[in-house]
């Protein structure tokens, strides 16, 4: 089984750290928490040993970690939501201030893929990415796409500044990562996923990943090839929808495979600095041939101006 970079490719594409990209962790108290849920907080615990994890993640060891009380977003933010802030900001993503972003094969228009094929535009090691032009939120298959029809799924081609900007806008921010695993198990302890240790009890899809033979063929067993509403499947134990599958989400911590060995217990917040941010959840292209982090303890990362077809966010807030 390959690890790979479990079918999200990252590319930095500025080289530069702007605002605040590079300070501390705030805690954030002013923005409606309406359609998000209130989570106790208190001792849980974190991460995994499972033979089928990926030690070079970190996802290891298992670690306890007490967090305050806090409110995380039902929903992964929407096509909708972000619609909103556009229209009231005027806000331009970094894919379209880049010009481009990035979308799986089979998402593509046929016609368009045909030109990228002859321009030569796959990502390299990763050539079931295409790297194309006019891609965007708004346009998530390519400059003459757009959203209709999918104004209820996560919004895609968002970067980590992109999702400061909704967060600061929306008086929230992003969960950090042990937020987000609490948040993610639902009251449930060491399960492998966010539903317990099968993956589909009793034949049943508990969430929007790969089925198929990955990356040439997703059957869409499970209802969907690309990404399904942000409601779509049960909630979890905390009545949060799709912690797991549909699209990787942005969170605050900085990237480190081992900073949590010794790190603090209370309330973490990952690294000060570094050159990736963390994804957590896993997303409609994670199959267990080549990327199984779709389970609850699993992580992966992207530089903080990254863009994809396969990557969004929710928000949280503060009592």
């Known amino acids: 089984m390959g690890n790979g970079s479990c079918c999200t490719p990252g590319k930095k594409r500025c080289g530069c750290e702007e605002g605040h990209l590079g300070q ?83 998402l593509l228009p046929s016609s368009l893929k045909r030109t990228l094929d002859l321009l030569g535009r796959t990502v390299q090691g990763l050539e079931w990415w295409y790297n194309v032009e006019g891609a965007d939120w708004a346009h998530p298959f390519g400059p003459d796409s757009d959203f209709q029809g999918l104004e209820n799924h996560p919004v895609t081609h968002v970067s980590y500044r992109d999702a400061l900007a909704y967060c600061d806008w929306a008086g929230k921010r992003l969960p950090t990562e042990a937020e987000t695993e609490y948040a993610a198990r639902g009251g449930l302890e060491g399960k ?21 033979k990955f990356p040439e063929y997703n059957s869409g067993e499970d209802g969907y090839i690309g990404t399904a509403p942000v409601d779509a499947f049960e909630p979890n134990g905390y009545g949060l929808y799709n912690m797991a599958g549909n699209v990787w989400e942005w969170v605050f911590d900085w990237w480190s495979p081992g900073f949590h060995i010794s790190g603090p217990r209370e309330n973490p917040v990952g690294p000060d600095s570094g050159e990736r941010r963390v994804n957590r959840g896993g997303s409609y292209l994670c199959h267990d041939s080549y990327c199984n982090r779709y389970r609850v303890a699993a992580r992966t990362s992207n530089t903080p101006d990254s863009s994809t077809g396969n990557l969004g966010f929710r928000c949280a807030r503060d009592l």
């Open 24 to 106: 501390p962790f705030q805690r954030i108290s002013t923005g409606s928490t309406d359609g998000m849920v209130r989570l106790d907080g208190g001792t849980f615990l974190m991460g995994t040993d499972d033979e089928i994890g990926y030690p070079d993640d970190g996802e290891g060891p298992i670690r306890t970690i007490t967090l305050a009380p806090f409110y995380m977003d039902r929903y992964a933010v929407t096509n909708d939501d972000f619609r909103k802030f556009v229209d009231a900001t005027g806000y331009k993503t970094d894919a379209e201030k880049f010009g481009y972003s990035f979308v799986f094969h089979l």
């Open 192 to 212: 492998r996923y966010v539903w317990g240790d099968e993956l589909m009890p009793g034949g049943k899809h508990m969430c929007n990943i790969f089925q198929g």
